[in-house]
T-cell receptor, first 114, second 111 residues
């Protein structure tokens, strides 16, 4: 059973640029959630994808967008990067619709905006 | 609005001692309360979770105590070891809503 894998592990971007982060969900999981974790803080929910549709969104602006593909992998896109977007971005997968589900997190992508 | 409040921010415990981390929540609809462990450079890993139909759950050295009336739950780590040094997050959710996390507790277990 493979876990959640994220790429790249580290990234440095300039303010105003765009970035795409990628996530492969754990085998057997059908749902992917993205979280932003600022330094010294708990993860904050960005959005969730189920069956290729966004089915939940946290308090993040529209320049944060995503996709889920038929194989349940996912992308997080951030446009017009701001310095405050510097954080660890975590992807988590689960199986909605199954009892006692749990979220499996990847190791994250560390994004630095300069 | 912080829906899950976690304390303390940091904790230092002697090897072999008991580590206790507390969380309080506001939303009475929450019905799933997990604890996650995170090591530097890694994502959070599920440690143990509880649902409100029980007041305590134990897995090895880790125990969750749950007080529904007080809207509080806590993690107890018995016989704490240096390898337990990590950041611990409580979280909560209801139905199939996403997890809401506390701000984390940095635990250091010293020999």
């Amino acid at each position: 059973e493979t876990g959640v894998t994220q790429s790249p592990t580290h990234l440095i971007k300039t303010r105003g640029q765009q970035v795409t982060l990628r996530c492969s969900s754990q085998s057997g999981h059908n749902t992917v959630s993205w979280y932003q974790q600022a330094l010294g803080q708990g993860p904050q929910f960005i959005f969730q994808y189920y069956r290729e549709e966004e089915n939940g969104r946290g308090n993040f602006p529209p320049r944060f967008s995503g996709l889920q593909f038929p194989n349940y992998s996912s992308e997080l896109n951030v446009n017009a990067l701001e310095l405050d977007d510097s954080a660890l971005y975590l992807c988590a997968s689960t199986s909605l619709g199954k009892a006692n589900y749990g979220y499996t997190f990847g190791s994250g992508t560390r994004l630095t905006v300069v | 609005q912080q829906q899950v409040k976690q304390s303390p921010q940091s904790l230092i415990v002697q090897k072999g001692g008991i580590s206790i981390i507390n969380c309080a929540y506001e939303n009475t609809a929450f019905d799933y309360f997990p604890w996650y462990q995170q090591f530097p450079g890694k994502g959070p890993a599920l440690l143990i979770a509880i649902r409100p139909d029980v007041s305590e759950k134990k897995e090895g050295r880790f125990t969750i105590s749950f007080n529904k009336s007080a809207k509080q739950f806590s993690l107890h780590i018995m016989d704490s070891q240096p390898g337990d040094s990590a950041t611990y997050f409580c979280a909560a959710s209801w139905g199939e809503t996403p997890l809401v996390f506390g701000k984390g507790t940095r635990l250091s277990v010293i020999a």
